[in-house]
């Protein structure tokens, strides 16, 4: 019993490493991916009338992001310092259509 909650906790840490550091976070991970959809709304405006499912590709990352962010708060974080200062924009909102 001590050892799966060791190896659980363990689990958990690596996580909780994951969603602070790797490629800047779970909070920088979510602005640009709202970054992103930021962009092509102003510089293709087209390509995504043409192609009305990427902004719901866009959009099912950042449930996915955001998700996760809420499920396993992190300590530590690239990113966490800005998103504990700055929580009304950043990560910024999301630019598309409402939810």
Do not use: C, Y
Not at 7 to 36: C, Y
Not at 68 to 89: C, K, M, N, T, Y
């Amino acid at each position: 019993m001590l050892t799966k909650f060791l190896t659980a906790a363990s689990t958990l840490a690596k996580v909780r490493r994951i969603l602070g550091f790797t490629g800047g976070g779970v909070h920088k991970r979510i602005d640009e991916n709202r970054e992103l959809l930021e962009l092509l709304q102003k510089e293709a405006p087209q390509f995504l009338a043409k192609h009305f499912w990427v902004e719901g590709w866009l959009r099912s990352n950042d449930e996915f992001f955001a998700a996760l962010e809420q499920a396993v708060p992190i300590e530590e974080g690239q990113f966490l310092g800005q998103a504990l200062r700055r929580p009304d924009s950043f990560p910024r909102p999301w630019p598309g259509a409402v939810r």
